[in-house]
Protein backbone atom coordinates (compact mmCIF):
# COMPACT_ATOMS: atom_id res chain seq x y z
CA UNK A 1 0.00 0.00 0.00
CA UNK A 2 0.95 3.38 -0.85
CA UNK A 3 0.98 5.92 1.83
CA UNK A 4 -0.41 9.22 -0.12
CA UNK A 5 0.66 12.51 1.38
CA UNK A 6 -2.29 15.05 1.71
CA UNK A 7 -0.55 17.81 2.29
CA UNK A 8 -0.75 19.77 -0.42
CA UNK A 9 -5.39 19.10 -0.31
CA UNK A 10 -7.05 22.21 0.90
CA UNK A 11 -10.07 20.13 1.75
CA UNK A 12 -12.52 21.35 4.66
CA UNK A 13 -10.61 20.70 8.07
CA UNK A 14 -12.12 19.41 10.76
CA UNK A 15 -11.83 22.82 12.61
CA UNK A 16 -14.46 24.69 10.21
CA UNK A 17 -17.41 22.31 10.15
CA UNK A 18 -19.46 25.11 9.40
CA UNK A 19 -18.14 25.77 6.33
CA UNK A 20 -20.42 24.71 3.28
CA UNK A 21 -19.14 22.17 0.74
CA UNK A 22 -18.81 23.14 -2.88
CA UNK A 23 -17.87 20.49 -4.64
CA UNK A 24 -21.50 18.44 -4.59
CA UNK A 25 -23.75 21.44 -5.53
CA UNK A 26 -25.44 21.18 -9.07
CA UNK A 27 -25.00 24.17 -10.72
CA UNK A 28 -28.17 25.49 -10.22
CA UNK A 29 -27.78 25.00 -6.62
CA UNK A 30 -24.45 26.67 -6.74
CA UNK A 31 -25.73 29.76 -8.15
CA UNK A 32 -28.59 30.23 -5.44
CA UNK A 33 -26.20 29.43 -3.04
CA UNK A 34 -24.08 32.19 -4.43
CA UNK A 35 -26.65 35.00 -4.98
CA UNK A 36 -27.80 34.42 -1.30
CA UNK A 37 -24.14 36.23 -0.38
CA UNK A 38 -24.73 39.70 1.32
CA UNK A 39 -22.96 40.52 -1.98
CA UNK A 40 -24.39 38.29 -4.40
CA UNK A 41 -23.02 37.07 -7.38
CA UNK A 42 -24.32 36.75 -10.86
CA UNK A 43 -24.41 33.44 -12.30
CA UNK A 44 -21.89 33.60 -14.58
CA UNK A 45 -19.49 33.92 -11.72
CA UNK A 46 -20.85 30.57 -10.49
CA UNK A 47 -20.33 29.02 -14.14
CA UNK A 48 -16.69 30.09 -13.53
CA UNK A 49 -16.14 28.09 -9.86
CA UNK A 50 -18.64 25.19 -10.95
CA UNK A 51 -15.64 24.62 -13.76
CA UNK A 52 -12.95 25.22 -11.96
CA UNK A 53 -13.94 22.71 -9.65
CA UNK A 54 -14.94 20.06 -12.43
CA UNK A 55 -11.28 20.26 -13.33
CA UNK A 56 -10.42 18.92 -10.36
CA UNK A 57 -8.93 22.04 -8.17
CA UNK A 58 -9.10 21.72 -4.52
CA UNK A 59 -8.66 25.80 -3.57
CA UNK A 60 -10.37 29.32 -4.34
CA UNK A 61 -6.29 30.12 -4.69
CA UNK A 62 -5.93 28.13 -8.04
CA UNK A 63 -9.29 29.69 -9.39
CA UNK A 64 -7.14 32.32 -11.29
CA UNK A 65 -10.03 34.45 -13.36
CA UNK A 66 -11.36 35.70 -9.79
CA UNK A 67 -9.96 38.68 -8.36
CA UNK A 68 -7.69 37.92 -4.91
CA UNK A 69 -10.53 39.45 -2.58
CA UNK A 70 -13.33 37.38 -4.15
CA UNK A 71 -11.00 34.32 -3.86
CA UNK A 72 -10.51 35.33 -0.25
CA UNK A 73 -14.01 35.80 0.66
CA UNK A 74 -15.05 32.56 -0.93
CA UNK A 75 -12.26 30.99 1.09
CA UNK A 76 -13.75 32.39 4.12
CA UNK A 77 -17.45 31.14 3.82
CA UNK A 78 -16.77 27.80 1.70
CA UNK A 79 -14.29 24.66 1.15
CA UNK A 80 -14.11 23.30 -2.39
CA UNK A 81 -13.75 19.98 -1.41
CA UNK A 82 -14.09 17.79 2.08
CA UNK A 83 -12.29 14.46 1.50
CA UNK A 84 -8.77 13.14 1.08
CA UNK A 85 -6.81 10.14 -0.17
CA UNK A 86 -5.45 8.37 2.39
CA UNK A 87 -3.91 5.60 0.29
CA UNK A 88 -3.47 4.55 -2.81
CA UNK A 89 -3.29 0.67 -3.99
CA UNK A 90 -2.24 0.06 -7.02
CA UNK A 91 -2.68 -3.67 -8.97
CA UNK A 92 -0.48 -4.93 -11.55
CA UNK A 93 -3.56 -5.23 -13.86
CA UNK A 94 -3.65 -1.48 -13.95
CA UNK A 95 -6.72 -1.28 -11.24
CA UNK A 96 -6.21 1.48 -9.02
CA UNK A 97 -7.83 1.44 -5.67
CA UNK A 98 -8.38 4.71 -3.00
CA UNK A 99 -8.97 4.58 0.13
CA UNK A 100 -10.51 7.93 0.96
CA UNK A 101 -10.76 9.85 4.33
CA UNK A 102 -14.00 11.42 5.54
CA UNK A 103 -14.58 14.67 8.04
CA UNK A 104 -15.88 12.37 10.42
CA UNK A 105 -12.93 9.64 10.28
CA UNK A 106 -15.18 7.43 7.54
CA UNK A 107 -13.47 5.51 5.54
CA UNK A 108 -14.38 4.54 1.74
CA UNK A 109 -12.96 3.39 -1.43
CA UNK A 110 -13.50 3.77 -5.09
CA UNK A 111 -11.31 2.02 -8.01
CA UNK A 112 -10.03 3.18 -11.39
CA UNK A 113 -10.32 0.26 -13.85
CA UNK A 114 -9.06 0.27 -17.21
CA UNK A 115 -9.43 -2.00 -20.32
CA UNK A 116 -7.72 -3.48 -22.91
CA UNK A 117 -8.19 -0.55 -25.04
CA UNK A 118 -7.06 1.48 -22.19
CA UNK A 119 -10.49 2.83 -21.46
CA UNK A 120 -11.30 4.41 -18.27
CA UNK A 121 -14.10 3.16 -15.64
CA UNK A 122 -14.60 4.90 -12.26
CA UNK A 123 -16.18 2.67 -9.57
CA UNK A 124 -17.59 5.26 -6.81
CA UNK A 125 -19.35 4.07 -3.64
CA UNK A 126 -22.37 5.59 -2.18
CA UNK A 127 -22.23 4.48 1.18
CA UNK A 128 -19.99 4.21 4.18
CA UNK A 129 -20.52 0.15 4.69
CA UNK A 130 -23.93 -1.18 3.62
CA UNK A 131 -26.86 -1.80 5.34
CA UNK A 132 -28.16 -5.00 3.15
CA UNK A 133 -25.73 -7.65 4.05
CA UNK A 134 -25.09 -9.62 0.66
CA UNK A 135 -23.32 -12.65 2.54
CA UNK A 136 -20.56 -12.69 0.01
CA UNK A 137 -19.24 -9.03 -0.04
CA UNK A 138 -16.96 -8.02 2.16
CA UNK A 139 -19.32 -4.22 2.19
CA UNK A 140 -22.01 -5.66 3.57
CA UNK A 141 -20.28 -7.87 6.06
CA UNK A 142 -18.88 -4.55 7.79
CA UNK A 143 -22.20 -3.12 8.92
CA UNK A 144 -23.61 0.41 7.59
CA UNK A 145 -22.17 4.00 8.72
CA UNK A 146 -24.13 6.43 6.94
CA UNK A 147 -25.18 7.41 3.82
CA UNK A 148 -22.35 9.59 1.87
CA UNK A 149 -23.79 13.63 0.43
CA UNK A 150 -23.37 14.50 -2.86
CA UNK A 151 -20.18 16.64 -2.42
CA UNK A 152 -18.69 12.69 -0.76
CA UNK A 153 -19.78 10.76 -4.53
CA UNK A 154 -18.38 13.45 -6.37
CA UNK A 155 -14.81 13.60 -5.03
CA UNK A 156 -14.71 10.21 -5.44
CA UNK A 157 -14.79 10.68 -9.17
CA UNK A 158 -12.41 13.81 -8.99
CA UNK A 159 -9.71 11.89 -7.08
CA UNK A 160 -9.50 9.39 -9.60
CA UNK A 161 -9.25 11.66 -12.21
CA UNK A 162 -6.59 13.14 -10.59
CA UNK A 163 -4.43 9.24 -11.42
CA UNK A 164 -5.80 8.95 -14.79
CA UNK A 165 -3.28 10.46 -17.17
CA UNK A 166 -3.80 10.15 -20.76
CA UNK A 167 -6.82 8.97 -21.01
CA UNK A 168 -10.05 10.97 -19.13
CA UNK A 169 -12.59 8.83 -17.65
CA UNK A 170 -15.51 7.82 -19.69
CA UNK A 171 -17.65 5.93 -17.39
CA UNK A 172 -18.83 5.68 -14.18
CA UNK A 173 -20.57 2.83 -12.52
CA UNK A 174 -22.33 3.06 -9.01
CA UNK A 175 -20.65 0.06 -8.26
CA UNK A 176 -18.82 0.71 -4.72
CA UNK A 177 -19.85 0.02 -1.31
CA UNK A 178 -23.21 0.58 -0.59
CA UNK A 179 -26.72 0.31 -1.95
CA UNK A 180 -27.36 3.22 -4.77
CA UNK A 181 -31.04 3.22 -4.30
CA UNK A 182 -30.99 3.68 -0.93
CA UNK A 183 -29.17 6.71 -0.91
CA UNK A 184 -31.25 8.23 -4.20
CA UNK A 185 -31.21 11.85 -3.05
CA UNK A 186 -27.59 12.28 -2.88
CA UNK A 187 -26.83 10.32 -5.84
CA UNK A 188 -28.99 12.13 -8.24
CA UNK A 189 -27.22 15.59 -6.74
CA UNK A 190 -24.15 14.11 -7.81
CA UNK A 191 -25.09 12.94 -11.01
CA UNK A 192 -26.65 16.11 -11.84
CA UNK A 193 -22.96 17.60 -10.72
CA UNK A 194 -21.01 14.78 -12.79
CA UNK A 195 -23.00 14.67 -15.79
CA UNK A 196 -23.29 18.86 -16.21
CA UNK A 197 -21.96 19.99 -20.04
CA UNK A 198 -20.73 22.98 -17.83
CA UNK A 199 -18.16 20.70 -15.95
CA UNK A 200 -16.99 17.12 -16.31
CA UNK A 201 -20.15 16.49 -18.74
CA UNK A 202 -20.40 12.69 -18.30
CA UNK A 203 -22.86 11.64 -20.38
CA UNK A 204 -25.58 9.33 -18.70
CA UNK A 205 -25.64 7.22 -21.15
CA UNK A 206 -22.31 6.34 -19.56
CA UNK A 207 -23.01 6.15 -16.14
CA UNK A 208 -24.51 2.62 -14.86
CA UNK A 209 -26.02 2.21 -11.48
CA UNK A 210 -26.07 -1.25 -10.02
CA UNK A 211 -28.67 -2.41 -7.62
CA UNK A 212 -29.01 -5.09 -5.37
CA UNK A 213 -32.84 -4.93 -6.09
CA UNK A 214 -34.50 -1.83 -3.90
CA UNK A 215 -38.11 -1.78 -5.96
CA UNK A 216 -39.27 1.70 -4.41
CA UNK A 217 -36.19 3.08 -5.79
CA UNK A 218 -36.13 1.71 -9.22
CA UNK A 219 -39.91 3.24 -9.07
CA UNK A 220 -38.35 6.54 -8.30
CA UNK A 221 -35.81 6.30 -11.47
CA UNK A 222 -38.32 5.36 -13.24
CA UNK A 223 -40.87 8.08 -12.39
CA UNK A 224 -38.21 10.75 -11.98
CA UNK A 225 -34.97 9.84 -13.49
CA UNK A 226 -32.11 9.98 -14.11
CA UNK A 227 -32.35 7.16 -17.10
CA UNK A 228 -29.29 6.22 -16.58
CA UNK A 229 -28.46 2.20 -17.09
CA UNK A 230 -30.11 0.47 -14.36
CA UNK A 231 -27.80 -2.74 -13.51
CA UNK A 232 -29.66 -5.03 -11.07
CA UNK A 233 -27.73 -7.75 -8.78
CA UNK A 234 -29.89 -10.71 -9.09
CA UNK A 235 -27.43 -13.51 -8.22
CA UNK A 236 -30.22 -16.08 -7.68
CA UNK A 237 -33.78 -15.69 -9.60
CA UNK A 238 -35.32 -18.69 -6.91
CA UNK A 239 -36.76 -16.80 -4.45
CA UNK A 240 -36.00 -18.62 -1.37
CA UNK A 241 -32.39 -18.68 -2.58
CA UNK A 242 -31.85 -15.14 -3.17
CA UNK A 243 -33.77 -14.52 0.12
CA UNK A 244 -31.15 -16.61 2.27
CA UNK A 245 -27.83 -14.87 -0.16
CA UNK A 246 -29.36 -11.52 -0.41
CA UNK A 247 -31.66 -10.10 2.76
CA UNK A 248 -32.98 -7.19 0.69
CA UNK A 249 -35.12 -10.30 -1.80
CA UNK A 250 -37.27 -10.71 1.51
CA UNK A 251 -38.78 -7.38 1.22
CA UNK A 252 -38.27 -6.94 -2.51
CA UNK A 253 -39.54 -10.05 -3.98
CA UNK A 254 -38.71 -10.96 -7.47
CA UNK A 255 -42.39 -10.81 -9.18
CA UNK A 256 -42.34 -7.11 -8.05
CA UNK A 257 -38.97 -6.74 -9.07
CA UNK A 258 -38.92 -7.69 -12.19
CA UNK A 259 -42.38 -5.48 -13.04
CA UNK A 260 -40.36 -2.50 -11.61
CA UNK A 261 -37.46 -3.52 -14.09
CA UNK A 262 -40.03 -3.94 -16.85
CA UNK A 263 -41.60 -0.40 -16.02
CA UNK A 264 -37.80 0.88 -15.88
CA UNK A 265 -37.21 -0.67 -19.21
CA UNK A 266 -40.40 0.30 -20.78
CA UNK A 267 -39.31 4.76 -19.57
CA UNK A 268 -35.97 4.53 -20.44
CA UNK A 269 -35.89 2.70 -23.80
CA UNK A 270 -32.57 1.01 -21.79
CA UNK A 271 -31.31 -2.40 -21.95
CA UNK A 272 -31.07 -3.63 -18.23
CA UNK A 273 -28.16 -5.77 -16.84
CA UNK A 274 -28.54 -8.71 -14.20
CA UNK A 275 -25.98 -9.80 -12.49
CA UNK A 276 -24.94 -12.48 -11.12
CA UNK A 277 -22.18 -13.50 -8.43
CA UNK A 278 -21.28 -17.05 -9.13
CA UNK A 279 -20.81 -18.80 -5.81
CA UNK A 280 -19.06 -22.64 -6.40
CA UNK A 281 -21.46 -24.88 -5.19
CA UNK A 282 -24.38 -22.43 -4.71
CA UNK A 283 -26.27 -21.10 -7.42
CA UNK A 284 -24.51 -22.87 -10.21
CA UNK A 285 -27.28 -25.67 -10.98
CA UNK A 286 -29.34 -26.57 -14.17
CA UNK A 287 -32.41 -25.23 -11.58
CA UNK A 288 -30.32 -22.33 -10.83
CA UNK A 289 -30.25 -21.16 -14.31
CA UNK A 290 -34.04 -22.10 -15.18
CA UNK A 291 -34.94 -19.93 -12.94
CA UNK A 292 -32.74 -17.11 -14.49
CA UNK A 293 -33.93 -18.04 -17.83
CA UNK A 294 -37.82 -17.33 -16.59
CA UNK A 295 -37.37 -14.06 -14.91
CA UNK A 296 -34.85 -12.43 -17.71
CA UNK A 297 -36.92 -14.12 -20.78
CA UNK A 298 -39.24 -10.93 -21.40
CA UNK A 299 -37.05 -8.61 -20.45
CA UNK A 300 -34.23 -6.95 -22.72
CA UNK A 301 -31.15 -7.74 -20.50
CA UNK A 302 -27.70 -8.80 -20.61
CA UNK A 303 -26.82 -11.27 -17.74
CA UNK A 304 -23.26 -10.19 -16.56
CA UNK A 305 -21.84 -13.65 -14.62
CA UNK A 306 -19.12 -12.78 -12.05
CA UNK A 307 -17.20 -15.58 -10.46
CA UNK A 308 -17.21 -14.63 -6.94
CA UNK A 309 -13.62 -12.69 -5.96
CA UNK A 310 -12.81 -14.51 -2.61
CA UNK A 311 -12.50 -12.49 0.98
CA UNK A 312 -11.75 -14.55 3.37
CA UNK A 313 -13.70 -15.83 6.25
CA UNK A 314 -16.77 -15.47 4.21
CA UNK A 315 -18.89 -18.26 5.15
CA UNK A 316 -22.44 -19.41 4.17
CA UNK A 317 -24.44 -21.36 6.22
CA UNK A 318 -21.41 -23.18 7.48
CA UNK A 319 -19.57 -23.74 4.91
CA UNK A 320 -16.80 -21.23 3.55
CA UNK A 321 -17.83 -19.59 0.74
CA UNK A 322 -15.92 -20.53 -2.46
CA UNK A 323 -15.85 -19.18 -6.42
CA UNK A 324 -17.06 -21.62 -8.80
CA UNK A 325 -14.49 -23.16 -11.04
CA UNK A 326 -14.01 -22.61 -14.68
CA UNK A 327 -15.99 -25.56 -15.61
CA UNK A 328 -19.07 -24.76 -13.48
CA UNK A 329 -19.65 -21.16 -14.51
CA UNK A 330 -18.99 -22.02 -18.30
CA UNK A 331 -21.62 -24.40 -17.56
CA UNK A 332 -23.80 -22.66 -16.13
CA UNK A 333 -23.14 -19.74 -18.62
CA UNK A 334 -24.17 -22.47 -21.62
CA UNK A 335 -27.37 -23.30 -19.81
CA UNK A 336 -28.00 -19.44 -20.10
CA UNK A 337 -27.23 -18.91 -23.55
CA UNK A 338 -28.98 -22.12 -24.46
CA UNK A 339 -32.28 -20.63 -23.05
CA UNK A 340 -31.98 -17.65 -25.39
CA UNK A 341 -30.29 -15.07 -22.84
CA UNK A 342 -27.53 -12.86 -23.34
CA UNK A 343 -24.05 -13.80 -21.31
CA UNK A 344 -20.80 -11.63 -20.62
CA UNK A 345 -18.32 -12.79 -18.25
CA UNK A 346 -16.70 -9.68 -15.84
CA UNK A 347 -12.77 -9.14 -16.17
CA UNK A 348 -11.62 -10.83 -12.94
CA UNK A 349 -9.99 -7.38 -12.44
CA UNK A 350 -8.57 -5.22 -9.18
CA UNK A 351 -7.82 -9.00 -6.71
CA UNK A 352 -4.70 -8.36 -5.90
CA UNK A 353 -5.77 -4.66 -4.00
CA UNK A 354 -8.83 -6.20 -2.96
CA UNK A 355 -10.60 -3.84 -5.87
CA UNK A 356 -13.18 -6.38 -7.70
CA UNK A 357 -16.74 -6.66 -7.38
CA UNK A 358 -17.18 -7.33 -3.46
CA UNK A 359 -14.06 -6.96 -1.90
CA UNK A 360 -14.18 -3.38 -0.78
CA UNK A 361 -13.51 -2.58 2.26
CA UNK A 362 -10.44 -5.07 2.63
CA UNK A 363 -6.96 -3.80 3.20
CA UNK A 364 -5.31 -6.39 1.61
S1 LIG B 1 -23.34 -6.44 -2.79
FE1 LIG B 1 -23.85 -4.25 -2.78
S2 LIG B 1 -25.87 -4.22 -1.77
FE2 LIG B 1 -24.97 -6.21 -1.27
S3 LIG B 1 -23.92 -5.87 0.70
FE3 LIG B 1 -22.42 -5.53 -0.95
S4 LIG B 1 -22.45 -3.33 -1.29
FE4 LIG B 1 -24.33 -3.85 -0.18
Known sequence: MESVTTASWKCLKKSEPEKKVLSGLPLNELIDELKSLPAP???????????????????FEEMTDLDKSLRENLDSRFSVRSSEVSARLEDPDGTVKLQISLLDESKIEAVLLSDAED??????????GCPVGCVFCKTGSLGFSRNLNSAEIVEQFLHLKALS????????????MGEPLLNLAELRRALAVLSDAEGLGISRRRVTVSTSGVI??????????????LACSLTSARQDLRNRLMPIGETNPLPLLKKALTAYQQKSGQRITLEAVLLGGVNTTPADAAAMIDFARSLDAVINL?????????I????????????EAETF???????????????RKG??????????????
Not at 306 to 314: A, D, F, L, R
Not at 333 to 347: D, H, N
Not at 351 to 364: F, K
Open 333 to 347: ASLLEKGGLKVTRRY
Open 165 to 176: TGTNISNIVIMG
Open 351 to 364: RGVAGACGQLGVVP
Open 41 to 59: LPPFRAKQIFKWISRGITS
Open 119 to 128: RKTACISTQA
Open 306 to 314: IPWNPVEGM
Open 316 to 327: FEGKPLREPSRA
Open 216 to 229: SGIRDLTDNGPHIR
